[in-house]
């Protein structure tokens, strides 16, 4: 299996441009996480889904962020407008629910570090 | 809310001695509690995780961890370092039932030779 699979790797835009995420989930696996890793504040998870459908986006830090899952292999994440304070590592992870067990591993992307100037 | 503490953002040990990275937790609930692994430039992957059952959890490349409850600790250890561990560590907890995991900040662990 080729794992979490997030792109770009790397991004760097300007203040105020928008900026999209992409990561497509391990096949078979129903839930879908979005993380953020900074320095000052750690990892942090954004939102997270559930068969492509939205469950907790509480971590979300503002309106200028989105996600969507279309469908259950690719999800997106947006900035709109872009800012400097968002400059972090952002990991997409995914996870399948086997043996009706209410945990299972949560297997992370290498991550897209984005540079907002 | 759950939440974990991790205690030391930097540690360091020298080749061969023993590994002991601290965590403390605290949840309203039974928790699942989990250590991950993260190299540089790399994404998170699971060491081990406590789920209820034996309270001394066995992981990957020799690493333990003992569930206390009295202690509200999940500690993470390993008998002898080698320079392959030198990583970053991150202690987590998520109340049962729920696939969301709250992170702690993280542990970077250097490996002297």
């Known amino acids: 299996d080729a794992g979490v699979i997030q792109s770009p790797r790397h991004e760097v835009t300007e203040m105020g441009q928008e900026v999209t995420l992409r990561c497509k989930p391990i096949?078979?696996?129903?839930?879908l996480f979005w993380y953020r890793q900074t320095m000052m504040r750690g990892l942090e998870l954004l939102i997270y889904f559930n068969n492509n459908v939205p469950i907790d986006d509480s971590g979300m830090p503002e309106d200028r962020f989105s996600a969507k899952m279309p469908n259950a292999s690719f999800s997106t994440l947006k900035i709109q407008p872009s800012e400097p304070r968002d400059s972090a590592v952002y990991f997409c992870a995914s996870s399948l629910t086997t043996g009706g067990s209410s945990y299972n591993e949560q297997f992370f992307g290498p991550g897209t570090r984005l540079t907002v100037l | 809310a759950q939440s974990v503490t991790q205690l030391g953002s930097h540690v360091s040990v020298s080749e061969g001695a023993l590994v002991l990275l601290r965590c403390n937790y605290s949840s309203s609930v039974p928790p699942y509690l989990f250590w991950y692994v993260q190299y540089p430039n790399q994404g998170l992957q699971l060491l081990l995780k406590y789920t209820s059952a034996a309270t001394l959890v066995k992981g990957i490349n020799g690493f333990e961890a003992e569930f206390k409850k009295s202690e509200t600790s999940f500690h993470l250890t390993k008998p002898s370092a080698h320079m392959s561990d030198a990583a970053e560590y991150f202690c987590?907890?998520?109340?049962?039932?729920?696939?969301?995991?709250?992170f702690g900040t993280g542990t970077k662990l250097q490996v002297i030779p």
């Open positions: 987590a907890v998520s109340d049962r039932g729920y696939q969301k995991v709250t």
């Open positions: 096949s078979g696996h129903d839930y």
